[in-house]
């Protein structure tokens, strides 16, 4: 069955520590993103990427970084500069994150909930 | 600035009692409006793509529809399973936006039997 994994379900931070949370996909999608997501807020974009070892900021990006060393990897480390951890992670990806296919449906892993201890 | 303004913030329904849920969207050109279902705990689940004024989609008890202004999503009779929080996306066309999607905060559907 293909689909977007993201582990682990819950993540707890203590302070000053980094944290990474995995994304793995299986659709041989192209662009992979990650959100986050918080009560009464849209998705934010935090980062995205189009292709392997490419990626871009997105709207929120200071206290996050990624690497995409893989086309079905994309993790998030939240950083220690991240002084407002605490939210819902959201993984996606689409078949192609540019040109004519650009406006694929982008299509969702089940979230990482992270809370700051 | 693109903006996405979803209505109302919460909805509450007897089963069977249809409705209609609105996007509003400001953007500097619409390559496409998304919508997508999202179940407490879960990530959201892809519903409808809708690319240009005058389209509509329907999938069991959801029909999208789309205008140059907004988009609604009507539920038909719906049934406690549909209840969820359905969030609406928009997707611009201008060269800087590549596969960003604009979300709107989602509007809360509660189903009572």
């Known amino acids: 069955d293909g689909g977007i994994t993201q582990s682990p379900k819950y993540l707890f931070r203590k302070e000053g520590q980094n944290v990474t949370l995995s994304c793995e996909q299986n659709?041989?999608?192209?662009?992979m993103y990650w959100y986050r997501q918080d009560p009464g807020q849209g998705l934010r974009l935090i980062y995205y990427?189009?292709?392997?070892?490419?990626?871009q900021k997105g709207d929120i990006a200071e206290g996050y970084s990624v690497s995409r060393e893989k086309k079905e990897s994309f993790p998030l480390t939240v950083t220690s500069a991240q002084k407002n951890p605490t939210a819902f992670y959201l993984c996606?990806?689409?078949?192609?994150?540019?040109?004519?296919?650009?406006?694929?449906?982008?299509?969702f892993g089940d979230g990482t909930r992270l809370s700051i201890l | 600035e693109d903006q996405v303004t979803q209505s109302p913030e919460a909805l509450r329904l007897q089963e069977g009692e249809s409705s209609s849920l609105n996007c509003s969207y400001t953007v500097s050109g619409l390559r496409g409006l998304f919508w997508y279902r999202q179940d407490p705990g879960k990530g959201p689940e892809f519903l409808f793509t809708?690319?240009?004024a005058g389209e509509e989609k329907e999938k069991e008890r959801l029909k999208a529809t789309l205008t140059k202004k907004e988009s609604f999503l009507h539920i038909t009779a719906p049934k406690p399973e549909d209840s969820a929080t359905y969030l609406c996306a928009v997707q611009a066309s201008s060269t800087d936006s590549w596969g960003k999607l604009q979300f709107g905060a989602g509007t809360q559907v509660v189903v009572t039997p």
């Open positions: 990427s189009q292709i392997v070892n490419d990626f």
């Open positions: 659709l041989n999608h192209d662009a």
């Open positions: 996606a990806s689409s078949i192609s994150g540019g040109g004519e296919s650009s406006n694929q449906p982008q299509h």
């Open positions: 809708l690319y240009s």
